[in-house]
Nanobody
Framework: QVQLVESGGGLVQTGGSLRLSCAAS????????MHWYRQAPGQERELVAT???????YYEDSVKGRFTISRDNAKNTVYLQMNSLKPEDIGVYYC????????????WGQGTQVTVSS
């Protein structure tokens, strides 16, 4: 059994910062790719950032230069540092971790709300 617990969301003004965390616990042998997705109101869930087990990162174009994804393998945790937040960053942010052993498309966090006031 694996559990993911997200934290760090909240309300911030335009230009502000938030740091999201997603900690995994339970029966974990290893963790491959770690992802952050977001779902804006009325929109489909979209991939925001990825970090591989090698530390390679990927960012969606609109967040490049503002968001930083990182991982702490000792803590089975992935982070998303979000700076210079904009109203278009509003949404529910979900972590998705490819944990071994585990399901084909990984485990999902419960989601954390990010709201940016203009």
């Amino acid at each position: 059994q694996v559990q993911l617990v997200e934290s760090g969301g909240g309300l911030v003004q335009t230009g502000g910062s938030l740091r999201l965390s997603c900690a995994a616990s339970g029966s974990i042998f290893s963790i491959d790719d770690m992802h952050w997705y977001r779902q804006a109101p009325g929109q489909e869930r979209e991939l925001v950032a990825t970090i591989t087990s090698y530390g390679t990162t990927y960012y969606e174009d609109s967040v490049k230069g503002r968001f930083t994804i990182s991982r702490d393998n000792a803590k089975n945790t992935v982070y998303l540092q979000m700076n210079s937040l904009k109203p278009e960053d509003i949404g529910v942010y979900y972590c998705n971790l490819y944990i071994k052993p585990g399901p084909r498309y990984g485990y999902w966090g419960q989601g954390t709300q990010v709201t940016v006031s203009s």
